[in-house]
């Protein structure tokens, strides 16, 4: 099975090349950016770091995919390769990066204003059956969301494309779109996997965000973990660091064979 290969693969690379994990820091270390408005209390500075790391980010991930490619096909990865395939595909990812976020977005927001207009109709069927209408509003929440997972699961192979395959911004959604359209079921079930493993490498990251926010553990579970932040802010960077250079190792190892797998197959005429 593809799925099972690739996280086999990931586990395989990243044994073989511990220098998967010096990328990996480098976004734990940058995902932990969004607490700085918490620890020196300039919301200014920190929208301006905030931002700044958007901007970085697709630098990092182009090179940790490169690496990674490289870790994969058993090649010396170095940070030489990581800092050449940074370098080499910054723009695209910049620019595709910025179009999956707006394309997620103008989904949601379009979706919504469809929502808010069947809205209106679901308040006058309110007054005339309230389970109908409950009923009615539970599904358009769930159409907008599953709409919305769709979208990203369809091209969420953009930078993968990009980094790989040498595609251009637009090449690369094409791309992604066709991948996942022939190996659907393969992608739903992995997306699923995929996301719910990275969730569990950001559970103390969701603690501290609890922390730093009105509602505290206590809130949530049913004991207080007494964690103090000084603990769980490096412990957070440290296991977020692990968990990225694992799941965007295998989400690599996962697009190769995919691509492989697609080569392999005859396009029916």
Known sequence: MVAVSAFEDGFTALRANPILFVAGLLVGGGSQLQYVDHLIESPLISAGVSLLWLIVFPFVLGGFIGTAQTAIDGTDPSLTRFFTAARTHYLRLLFATVSFVLLVFGTAIGLGLVGFVLGIGTMALAAIHE??????????????????LLVIMFVQFYDTAIVIENESVTDAFRRS???????????????????????????PDYLLQLILTDAGPADVLPIDLGIPIAVLLPFGVAVSAVGFAYCYTVYTAYYMRL???SSAVPEST
């Open 177 to 203: 779109i066709e991948l996942v359209r022939s190996n659907l079921k393969s992608v739903a079930g992995f997306s699923l996997a995929w996301l719910g493993l990275l969730n569990v490498f950001f559970i």
């Open 259 to 261: 691509i492989a797998l």
């Open 131 to 148: 389970m109908a209408a409950f009923t009615a509003g539970v599904v358009s929440l769930l159409i907008w969301l599953v709409t919305i």
